[in-house]
């Protein structure tokens, strides 16, 4: 294979950026590098199919495969991975001390799809025994009204999900008292508002995500590397090799973290919080592969069937392209 051309849309993170900018090569290949915050990536890529190779939200691509309308099929490399206890903002005027309390309660999200609220809902389900239909949900745009679900979803009729209204915002109904949480990546823009009683539900949310794992083993996945469906008609060959580029490119951010004569992050003590994480996670604490990952992905799968997301739950391996199910890394 010589001399493809293909654009890469993903964000530009340690992990991404020594394939954006030509350290790390996929053979064969000439990549046109797209960064981008991922928002804006997954929504160009779920309904304008604008890029060959795309970061691609796992909430979306599980739905978008669960009904047989996936443009891209995904490769077993997961450049985001995020505890998301820090993302739980809620009321402080509401006797809210834990995830159980947000049962019968009005809860903001960005997007029901989203990964992060995928997780959280997973959380409330299987620890803290707080169905999907026990939690009515509001989602809309946090920061700006408008903001809406990047592709049509359709959810039972008994689970409370609306949409606010076109003028409204999530952070602007959390600060008027109309939503009890919010749940989401980014921290609403009252957050340290001494007027404001907003706060996030695990002030050391450290310590909650280190339990987390400990009773889990997971280390949630947000994000895989989606390829277009029909690149790997045309070459099969294709998913293994970026794969294997972004297990390089990976590899080389985690060198890059333990380096000490000149940082090469900016963090004075960055190489003492990786040895901290290896205590705690283990020293391959990134990994990417089908089987390594496969018992974290069936969870996602069945929470987003439980969710109303899906309308069957899929088996992980429907998720990927077949000829990457083995690779590991």
Request: charged share 25%; net charge negative; aromatic share 8%.
């Amino acid at each position: 294979m010589t001399d493809l051309a293909l654009t890469l849309a993903c964000v530009a993170t340690d992990r991404s950026r020594p394939i954006l900018d030509g350290r790390v090569s996929i053979p064969g290949v000439a990549i046109t590098p797209m960064p981008g915050e991922p928002e804006q990536i997954f929504r160009r890529a779920l309904t304008e199919e604008c890029f060959d190779i795309s970061e691609m939200s796992m909430g979306s691509h599980i739905t978008v495969t669960a009904r047989g309308d996936a443009a891209y099929v995904g490769i077993p490399v997961f450049p985001s991975r995020a505890f998301r206890h820090s993302s739980i903002f809620v009321r402080t005027d509401r006797a809210i001390s834990g995830l159980e309390d947000l049962k019968g309660r009005r809860v903001g999200l960005p997007e029901y799809q989203q990964t992060a609220a995928l997780w959280v809902r997973g959380m409330l389900r299987d620890l803290h025994g707080v169905d999907v239909r026990d939690v009515a949900w509001r989602t809309g745009g946090q920061e700006e009204a408008g903001g809406r679900e990047r592709i049509r979803i359709d959810v039972p009729a008994d689970i409370d999900l609306q949409t606010i209204g076109p003028d409204e915002t999530l952070t602007g109904m959390l600060v008027a008292g109309e939503l009890d949480a919010l749940v989401s990546p980014r921290p609403p823009s009252c957050l340290g508002d001494p007027k404001i009683p907003v706060a996030r539900l695990f002030p050391d949310y450290r310590a909650a995500e280190i339990d987390y794992f400990q009773r889990t083993g997971f280390f949630p996945i947000m994000h895989c590397v989606a390829l277009r469906r029909s690149l790997t008609e045309a070459h099969p060959q294709l998913p293994t090799l970026i794969f294997e580029a972004f297990a390089k490119a990976r590899d080389l951010a985690l060198a890059e973290l333990a380096m000490i004569n000149v940082l090469r992050v900016t963090l004075p003590w960055g190489a003492h919080a990786l040895a901290e994480t290896k205590e705690v996670m283990g020293e391959d604490f990134w990994p990417y592969g089908f089987a390594r990952n496969r018992k974290e992905i069936a969870a996602m799968t069945r929470y987003a069937h439980e969710d109303g997301l899906a309308a069957r739950e899929v088996a992980p391996e429907e998720l990927f392209h077949p000829s990457t199910l083995g690779l590991t890394a």
